[in-house]
């Protein structure tokens, strides 16, 4: 059974969708402030909990050229700021274990990528940290490998720990979801989160960067709540054909207020059906 945390004024695995969103990069502070307000804004309409994300460093770009962030200081000084100025929890990536104990003083939550998602080091260290931890289950995981990583944090007392899925590789340049991974990782007793828009990239699509397909983030979307997940992901853009990053697969901020509202009512109808409580 799922036992509830709470990271800020967000609570997951308590029955009620959070939302985690924001821009996929930190490209400047006045950009990463804005959007959390709007993202903030639009997830409070919609009767939601809200969790910003946005990286200070990626890590795994397709090109040595491609833009990976601000590094790690100048892009805790902002996040530090879209904290205590947007009143919001926040939620960034963490690449070694030499980064868990500076980024643990400035997030709510340690998210641990895809690719790292079998380090052993780097979920002992994050689940030690005393913060939340997101590990996003690996490409080439099946559901039920994420057993272990559960079993990895829980073994050194993290009793706040998330596991997200991004779709899994299906041939090159491609990556599809087994909507089946949904209950299958909640069996574990945690929160399942539904990374929509990683899930609809395109890895190394475009030869010198990833593609992405984000005219199906909505449909998408609707599915994997259908499923019963406690939390949705969405890397979200004010302006996605100019993003530093992700942008392909990225939702237009315009489109995330009616997506937000669509997959609430969603996971009210399917929770109450879970309940007995049909409305």
């Known amino acids: 059974m799922t036992k509830p945390f709470s990271v800020g004024k967000a609570t997951f695995g308590d029955g009620r969708l959070t939302i985690i969103a924001g821009p996929c990069v930190i490209e400047s502070s006045e950009h990463a402030l804005m959007m959390a307000r709007e993202c903030r804004d ?33 892009g805790l000084e902002v996040l530090q700021r879209v904290r205590e ?15 868990v104990e500076r980024v643990a003083e400035v997030v709510d939550v340690l998210q641990i990528p895809a690719f790292l998602s079998r380090q052993t080091d780097l979920i002992v260290a994050a689940a030690k940290s005393g913060k939340a931890v997101n590990v996003k289950k690996g490409q080439f995981l099946a559901p039920q ?8 944090a ?8 998330l596991l997200t899925e991004r779709g899994a590789s299906f041939g090159y340049n491609n990556l599809v979801v087994d909507m089946r ?4 990782m909640r069996e574990f007793g945690v929160p399942v989160v539904f990374d929509v828009t990683h899930s609809l990239q395109l890895p190394g699509g475009l030869g010198h960067a990833t593609g992405g397909q984000s005219e199906y983030i909505e449909p998408l979307a609707r599915a994997g709540v259908a499923c019963g997940v406690d939390a949705v992901f969405m890397e979200v853009h004010d302006c996605p054909e100019k993003a530093l990053s992700d942008g392909p697969n990225a939702l237009p901020l315009k489109r995330l207020a009616p997506l937000l509202s669509l997959i609430r009512d969603i996971h009210e109808l399917v929770r109450n059906s879970s309940s007995g409580n049909p409305r």
């Open 145 to 152: 490998d994420a057993r272990n990583i559960v079993d990895k």
């Open 154 to 161: 829980r073994e050194v007392g993290c009793e706040k720990l």
């Open 85 to 99: 100025e947007v009143d919001v929890p926040v939620l960034t990536d963490i690449h070694d274990v030499s980064q």
């Open 181 to 184: 991974s949904f209950p299958i």
């Open 42 to 74: 639009r997830a409070k309409a919609a009767g939601l909990d809200f969790v910003f994300k946005s990286s200070f460093d990626k890590a795994n770009r397709s090109s040595i050229k491609s833009f990976r962030g601000l590094g790690m200081e100048p």
